[in-house]
């Protein structure tokens, strides 16, 4: 699935009225199975984007459009909100930075619940799938915990484990490595990386992290709004 | 959709006091409509089964023609007064009539109520060509004076068998007086359990209770002692005639004369119990208005709980609709928590409703005599289900379109 963005501007609003522009892109289109990486200083717009390309946010003007055969010609604000909830489900894996799991669920319940609203897979495949991606991640043996039973490093792989549940072309991750200590990050950020290239999907990371830049083929910077590659605009 | 359903679960898991308490003031609700519709319909058949039995009319002192019914159908309260013997002579001649059976009361036997009679009461049935009410389970009917048949409850009781020997004490109840007649009775048979209050009763011949206050020198040193005084007299006096006329029409003939006599009235038990069904209509009526505030509370209730958790869980619905679940999703969440909360309740309500009515039922069984038959009431399923269902879904509507409407990136990035 390659992505496309047109126009693409967003103005945030305060409480007194007052505007501010976070995100200006003219044109920005990313191939199917690339990897970027997104840098930039707290509150230029990294997770912004990532929320306007996941179909969270509304941008205030422009389009996104997903490559993908359910979208038609559609883009993805111009799909009904139910559509564009069950594309989400179906085509886009998000690690949020505060992980955001379940608190009542086990991570093993965590990691199905893309599926139950996906429906990619048949019910019945949804446990070992689950449980084969805690595997991956490494926590095979932590299926039954709770999130607050486990390490923050622990939380996020499963919330890797989450995002991958339904083999999505696009998955998005938002500060992944920022609560770990560098090896850890390091060997996250291949974890992710390695599925991505096994499944062609997408991968985009907004990250202020330095070192991770050395990872990335790609690596984009979000400035005053705007993409830049290097010192020019994306 | 299961899945959904599976989510409620866990979530109302996760908060145990918030389901809880809800679902239990459901139940309250729902056991109290319980309680009072099955004990009503208890009462109900309890009185007819227990005054099945006792005729069309009862003849008796002038005066409240209720209680003349309640004493003499249900053993309930004081009697009216007496009537001459030559009553019950008349009616027992009388071509209109098909049994008459005459009662005389006054004495007991630690609190089981002696009672005067003759064998035509053994010939009572519940109706035309039912078998005989009071049938003996052991021993034979009294045939001669101070011979005994005691009622199957009263025997268990006052512990006697077939052969005993007993005195009887001045009084319609236990503690009304304490002088006990010189005469000795004898236990001569014991009565099968009729469902009535007469299985209490002790029965023997109008004649013993007759002869046993010629025998005693009785105190006269208050009202009720001088009524039951009257009651059993040596004057040949009974407390209150059975009567089961031939027909429609010469009940009617009956029922006239007596109305128009100076010495006794003629009451239809069957009227005086519906009087009774109407009180417990009204009482139904309260009561079924109670048990709709109840259920009204038990609502603000769902929805306060519904509500409060709602708020403190915006931000795992913002999880979900990021992870593709749809608002009607989630709105059909907090509708099936709702639903979950009041389907608790309303099963825990009827097994507190019938548990209630049945221990209420037993209780009240054991003062009074009336049998109360709690039974399992089909008719008010459709109500116990429909009324509190509705409740949930409405209670869970504004916490449910609360889900709906989260804004996922304000919960999810509140910075």
Redesign the interface.
Known sequence: MSLRLDNLRHIYTSPAGETRQVLDIPHWRVEAGQQVLLRGVSGSGK?TLL?II?G??HPTQGQVWYDLRDMGEQSLYALR??TR??L???A?G?I?Q?H??????TAL?NVV??M???RVHP?REWRPLALALLEKVGLADFADYRPAKLSTGQRLRVAIA?ALANRPPLLLADEPTAALDPASGEAVMRLMQDTCRQQGALLLVASHDPALAALFDCTLHLQAGQLMLGGSVA | MIYDFGLSWRAMRAHPVQTLIPACVVALAIALSVAVFALSDGIRRGLILASDPFGVLVIGAKGDSQQLALNTILLQGLPLGTIPYTTYETLAADSRVQLAVPLAKGDNIGGAPMIGTNASFFQLRRSLNAPLAFQLLEGELFDADFEAVLGSRAARSLGLRVGDEFQAAHGFRFGLAGDTHEAHYTVVGILEPSQTPYDGAVYTTVGSIWKAHEETELPTNNVIDSLSREQAGADERLTSVLVLPVGFIEQNQLMQEYYLSTDAQAVAPGEQIGGLFDLLRQGERVLGAVGYLVLGMAALTVFLALYSVTLTRQQDVAIMRSLGGSRVSVFRMVLFEALFITLIGALLGRVLGYLAAFLIGAFYTQQSAIPIPIRYLMTLEPVLWVLPLSVGILAGLLPAARAYRVDIVEKLFPS
């Open positions: 997770t929320n996941a969270l946010l909100e139910e909830d069950r989400r489900a179906r886009v998000y949020f505060n955001h799991l379940l608190a009542s669920l319940e619940m893309p139950a609203f996906a019910a989450r």
